[in-house]
């Protein structure tokens, strides 16, 4: 199962945002990261896949035609989890995880309680579940949202960013659990990433954007070089590959102004 983007193009109040978006592919079993400066269009792509911005152009997820579709059947195939995530609730962890299950997917009642514990095990949110969500740092909370977005179990699962308050431990272990989420359940898994060492460690496959366009895509290696980062994120890296050590991009000194 593949999803490819073709020719797309998105609009923000007339103002063009994405232009031109094409040759990206995501294939199941893997994580692709989405890496860009600020205001490259990260979320705006991630949104218009979703369908929750307009855009134009060929999006195919397998043999469905997702531009052909309306809302609510585009998103029985995907799931998308922005930045910004509320925190008014007044039901437990357990319980919005369970909503979540029981509002995808038809099983027994006990099948699904035992999915949600899994799920809040891996996620190291078991101490929480019944705790209410209103009451949680951002951080718990952020882990709450990726339990509900995979327990849905998407044939796509798209993420906005899902580490920003994370503690390095814990951007660690749900990268690790997301990577295993992708090649245990076949699903295609769209990771928007500020940190290139993390994207760079759990990615298969990389989309990197810049100005409303794709500057490169491909697995990291290819798309994480000194010159593109120099181009892109104008800033002068050291970066490194060990055999037997995760990757590391390493930030030297920043070249110019960005976007300059």
Not at 49 to 67: K, Q, V
Not at 119 to 142: D, H, I
């Amino acid at each position: 199962m593949t999803l490819d983007v073709e020719r797309l193009e998105c609009r923000l109040g007339g103002t063009p945002v994405l232009e031109g978006i094409a040759g990206l592919t995501a294939r199941a079993g893997e994580i692709t990261a989405l890496i860009g400066p600020n205001g490259a269009g990260k979320s705006t792509l991630l949104k218009a896949i979703a369908g929750i911005e307009r855009a134009t152009g060929s999006l195919r997820l397998n043999d469905h035609d997702l531009m052909a579709l309306p809302f609510e059947k585009r998103a029985e195939h995907l799931y998308y989890m922005p930045q910004e995530l509320s925190s008014r609730a007044v039901l437990s962890v357990f319980d919005v995880v369970l909503l979540a299950r029981r509002t995808r997917i038809r099983e027994p009642l006990e099948q699904a309680l035992e999915q949600v514990r899994d799920t809040l095990v891996a996620l190291e949110l078991e101490p929480l579940a019944e705790r209410e969500l209103g009451r949680l740092s951002g951080g718990q909370r952020q882990r709450v949202a990726i339990a509900q977005a995979a327990i849905r179990e998407p044939a796509l699962l798209m993420l906005d960013e899902p580490t920003s308050a994370l503690d390095l431990h814990h951007q660690l272990q749900v990268l690790d659990w997301l990577a295993r989420f992708a090649h245990e359940r076949q699903a295609i898994v769209v990771v928007a990433l500020h940190d290139l060492s993390l994207a760079a460690r759990f990615a298969q496959r990389m989309w990197m954007l810049a100005n409303g366009r794709v500057a490169a895509s491909g697995t990291p290696g290819e798309v994480l070089t000194h010159a593109r980062l120099r181009e892109v994120y104008a800033i002068d890296a050291h970066i490194e590959w060990p055999a037997d050590e995760p990757p590391r991009v390493t930030p030297l000194t920043a070249i110019r102004p960005l976007g300059r």
